[in-house]
């Protein structure tokens, strides 16, 4: 998909502004363009501007101008999310044909929205009003992050086995130590270890730097002459039997794997992640320092793992009660 060639110009040039100065990833502005998308066809249905009879996929918005976006107003906002809730036809995670949009992800477009019009009105001043200022965001309840307690994690780590048994021990601790995204993990490079920190490349290509403990260094330093027996490419840390850095999915496979070793079901990479955050709130590490430590852009993301206090970045992985599992001979 490329908004570039397809989108009509006042969404391209917001689009252009969260890819060119905000630096949002692809896949973020892709997003962006994907909710504005459905709101201006469904608009053009409910104003009776396209065939209502028209699958919305078909609904054409090329001739959307400024004049058609600022007549937007706050009822045909409230009819939208209505829509959302109640028709909009989409697959859930296991293919099936569903209606009707849950609270998050309604509240995922309205804040698309929401931005839209800000970059309109404030950022740019093409409008003089913003018709989604008051609109009240779908309540959702905050679901609690699922997470290993520190028994099972060590559980985990005490069962890796097989061929790839070195890699994938690294792998699962940093994971564990550090709360890497998957996508952050799959993109290290040799060079982005730095005595005892990793480079990370996160969301929107920012970078941070995390600091790594004993069990993240030992981990790494044996996996790393190991590496050569795998005739990898030349920057990437991880790599596959193919040779080749190793991907997403085979992360997610081999995480999967280990997890049934140990008989632990219904956990993922992911969750990993959110073992990492929860371990270190239960040692008392201050909420800043995990937001920075799991690269999140904002704190009340990081809030769900309330039941804070403590110092910095370096304590909060020296706070990780699994920074003493080394791998079992």
Partial sequence: MDYRTSAPKPIKDFLQYHEDIQEHSIKTVDEYYLDLRLFFRWLKQHRGDADAALDIKEVDISDLDLNYIAAVTKTEVYDYLSYLRRDKVHNDSAKTIKKGLNERSRSRKLATLMSFFKYLTVKTEQLDKNPLLGIETPRHKEQVPKYLTLKQSVDLLHNVEGRHKIRDYAILTIFLNCGLRISELCGLNLTDIEADRLRIRGKGNKERIVP??????????????????????????????????????????????????????????????????????????????????????????????LHISGPDMRLAVDANPLKREKLRN
């Fill in 212 to 305: 790594i403990n004993d069990a993240v260094a030992e981990a790494i330093n044996r996996y790393i002459p190991e590496r050569a027996n795998y005739g990898a490419e030349q920057s990437a840390l991880f790599v596959s039997q193919k040779r080749s850095r190793i991907s997403k999915e085979a992360v997610h496979l081999l995480v999967k794997k280990h997890l049934g070793d140990a008989t632990l079901h219904g956990y993922s990479a992911h969750k990993l992640r959110h073992t990492c955050a929860t371990l270190m709130v239960g040692n008392g590490v201050d909420i800043k320092a995990i937001q920075q430590l799991l690269g999140h852009e904002h704190l009340g993301t990081t809030e769900v793992y």
